[in-house]
């Protein structure tokens, strides 16, 4: 008997296990065909729907570096640099901020006020684009990174507050209420036992931050008139001339490109990310 089940389970792990490999197969074969076309010709890329090309080459990278405009594909790169880096670090720490006076302090109005960041949550982006497009005119901040900054280091990205909410309301206030009773005080509590313990959920918002900002192109289209300035996703753009065939393999090449930091980033900080993400969904 004990045997017969043991066969059971083992057929059922394999079939389990074999679905979720063909799945995931099927899900990840466009990023595998996206790699392999990136290593074809414009005529092999439209006559064979195989991964793997039969002439590899790497034309495709070294024309798409050097770009249709003045600069190298590298100058965009930095450009994302450039917004992702203040931004990640902007988020992490007005969200930390305004999050940790949500979860452990009582002030007037704060019903009111944590209703407020909901709403906000709730509300479509479209639907401020004109007022903040307007403000940021009259400010004189266009053709600038400042819209893209700033609203970030001001905690304007609602979900990432709540989140940071979620998790601080499960974390017990012990280790707290320990520090305060040795003299701490309320920002010496924050950043020596607040946020350590933070930590999965800070990587988690500050990767969900990064890998927003890496493709976003709304924003950095309504904000960005420069080429010099133009971000990653506003210069793939450019790779598409519609006087012209498009050169595919070049504007294949540098999305790979555009997709490698991302992926990077996230297979590095993987387990963070799961860990930050799960726990913020359990109230304690």
């Given at each position: 008997m004990e045997l017969k089940l043991r066969r059971k389970?083992?057929?059922?792990?394999?079939?389990?296990?074999?679905?979720?490999?063909?799945?995931?197969?099927?899900?990840?074969?466009?990023?595998?065909?996206?790699?392999?076309?990136?290593?074809?010709?414009?005529?092999?890329?439209?006559?064979?729907?195989?991964?793997?090309?039969?002439?590899?080459?790497?034309?495709?990278?070294?024309?798409?570096?050097?770009?249709?405009?003045?600069?190298?594909?590298?100058?965009?790169?930095?450009?994302?640099?450039?917004?992702?880096?203040?931004?990640?670090?902007?988020?992490?720490?007005?969200?930390?901020?305004?999050?940790?006076?949500?979860?452990?302090?009582?002030?007037?109005?704060?019903?009111?006020?944590?209703?407020?960041?909901?709403?906000?949550?709730?509300?479509?982006?479209?639907?401020?684009?004109?007022?903040?497009?307007?403000?940021?005119?009259?400010i004189g901040w266009l053709d600038s990174f400042l819209?893209?900054?700033?609203?970030?280091?001001?905690?304007?990205?609602?979900?990432?507050?709540?989140?940071?909410?979620?998790?601080?309301?499960?974390?017990?206030?012990?280790?707290?209420?320990?520090?305060?009773?040795?003299?701490?005080?309320?920002?010496?509590?924050?950043?020596?036992?607040?946020?350590?313990?933070?930590?999965?959920?800070?990587?988690?918002?500050?990767?969900?931050?990064?890998?927003?900002?890496?493709?976003?192109?709304?924003?950095?289209?309504?904000?960005?008139?420069?080429?010099?300035?133009?971000?990653?996703?506003?210069?793939?753009?450019?790779?598409?001339?519609?006087?012209?065939?498009?050169?595919?393999?070049?504007?294949?090449?540098?999305?790979?490109?555009?997709?490698?930091?991302?992926?990077?980033?996230?297979?590095?900080?993987?387990?963070?990310?799961?860990?930050?993400?799960?726990?913020?969904?359990?109230?304690?």
């Amino acid at each position: 008997m004990e045997l017969k089940l043991r066969r059971k389970a083992r057929i059922n792990s394999t079939l389990r296990y074999t679905m979720l490999t063909v799945i995931g197969l099927l899900m990840i074969y466009p990023l595998i065909w996206l790699i392999g076309a990136s290593f074809k010709t414009n005529a092999e890329m439209f006559s064979s729907p195989s991964f793997w090309p039969k002439e590899p080459t790497i034309q495709g990278y070294i024309d798409g570096w050097k770009t249709s405009t003045p600069y190298t594909f590298g100058k965009f790169f930095m450009n994302s640099l450039l917004i992702i880096i203040p931004k990640v670090i902007g988020t992490a720490i007005s969200c930390t901020l305004v999050a940790y006076g949500f979860a452990r302090f009582d002030f007037p109005g704060k019903k009111f006020w944590f209703a407020t960041v909901i709403a906000t949550l709730l509300l479509p982006n479209v639907v401020t684009r004109i007022p903040q497009y307007l403000l940021f005119r009259d400010i004189g901040w266009l053709d600038s990174f400042l819209p893209l900054w700033v609203p970030s280091a001001l905690a304007g990205d609602a979900f990432f507050v709540f989140m940071v909410i979620q998790f601080l309301r499960a974390i017990p206030r012990d280790m707290e209420e320990a520090a305060r009773v040795d003299g701490a005080n309320t920002f010496q509590t924050l950043i020596f036992i607040v946020v350590p313990m933070l930590m999965p959920a800070l990587i988690s918002v500050c990767l969900f931050q990064f890998m927003w900002t890496m493709n976003d192109f709304l924003g950095p289209l309504i904000y960005i008139s420069s080429v010099e300035n133009y971000p990653i996703s506003l210069a793939l753009k450019l790779s598409i001339d519609t006087t012209e065939a498009f050169a595919w393999n070049q504007i294949l090449a540098m999305s790979v490109l555009a997709l490698a930091p991302s992926l990077l980033v996230f297979f590095a900080a993987q387990k963070y990310f799961i860990e930050g993400i799960s726990s913020g969904g359990v109230k304690g």
